[in-house]
């Protein structure tokens, strides 16, 4: 049975914090792969060591990543994410357009983000064994919702999500990615 996701809703200065493309690749890093010190994670995103640091501590100073004393040896500082999901309500920060913009870069930077581990993932998929090839779907709707309709699918899709992350995975287990974002077309758009 899987552990209990940690979870935390960003609040105007995590979000505003978090809206860097270091810093946000720094938490994603650490998600993934578990943790680490500022060094490794320089070498994985390809950065210095002294801006891993830096920023590291950014994070660390709102609460987003935390040192994990139980890893290091000697000097060494290991970091490990203080939580296994964030979220945010962009409307939680009407009133402070800092926090609204460091809301809507990161929703794009995600955004932007999926499209390249899409793109990741046709490159690699030739390699792939058939099996994970045909699990592999992507897929698009268009329905007609209502804001209520739309935000109980949403948390029906969550639920659906949770019982799946709570199933003790098979052998041949690995990660994966699961986007889910519904997003209403503006008015005039199709």
Same mark, same amino acid.
């Given at each position: 049975? *899987?552990? =209990? %996701?940690? &979870?935390?809703?960003?609040?105007?200065?995590?979000?505003?914090?978090?809206? &860097?493309? @270091?810093?946000?690749?720094? %938490?994603?890093?650490? /998600?993934?792969?578990?943790?680490?010190?500022?060094?490794? @994670?320089? =070498?994985?995103?390809?950065?210095?060591? !002294?801006?891993?640091?830096?920023?590291?501590?950014?994070?660390?100073?709102?609460?987003?990543?935390? $040192?994990?004393?139980?890893?290091? &040896? !000697?000097?060494? /500082?290991?970091?490990?994410?203080? &939580?296994?999901?964030?979220?945010?309500? /962009? =409307?939680?920060? /009407?009133?402070? #357009?800092?926090?609204?913009?460091?809301?809507?870069?990161?929703?794009?930077?995600?955004?932007?983000?999926?499209? $390249?581990?899409?793109?990741?993932?046709?490159?690699?998929? #030739? *390699?792939?064994?058939?099996?994970?090839?045909?699990?592999?779907?992507?897929?698009?709707?268009?329905?007609?919702?209502?804001? +209520?309709?739309?935000?109980?699918?949403? +948390?029906?899709?969550?639920?659906?999500? =949770?019982?799946?992350? !709570?199933?003790?995975?098979?052998?041949?287990?690995? #990660?994966?990615?699961?986007?889910?974002?519904?997003?209403?077309?503006? $008015? !005039?758009?199709?």
């Amino acid at each position: 049975m *899987a552990d =209990e %996701l940690r &979870h935390v809703n960003l609040d105007s200065r995590q979000i505003r914090v978090l809206a &860097h493309p @270091l810093r946000s690749r720094l %938490l994603a890093e650490l /998600r993934v792969g578990g943790t680490a010190t500022a060094t490794r @994670l320089a =070498e994985v995103l390809r950065t210095n060591t !002294g801006a891993t640091s830096y920023h590291l501590r950014q994070l660390a100073d709102v609460g987003l990543v935390e $040192e994990d004393t139980a890893s290091g &040896h !000697g000097r060494e /500082r290991w970091w490990r994410s203080a &939580h296994d999901v964030s979220s945010w309500e /962009r =409307e939680d920060f /009407r009133g402070d #357009p800092d926090a609204v913009a460091a809301a809507d870069w990161l929703t794009s930077d995600f955004a932007r983000s999926l499209a $390249e581990r899409v793109q990741d993932w046709l490159n690699a998929a #030739p *390699a792939e064994p058939v099996a994970w090839r045909t699990a592999a779907d992507f897929s698009d709707y268009l329905l007609r919702l209502d804001p +209520a309709q739309l935000t109980a699918m949403t +948390a029906e899709l969550d639920a659906v999500v =949770e019982r799946w992350r !709570g199933t003790e995975p098979g052998a041949d287990a690995r #990660p994966v990615l699961l986007y889910v974002y519904p997003v209403p077309l503006p $008015e !005039g758009k199709s």
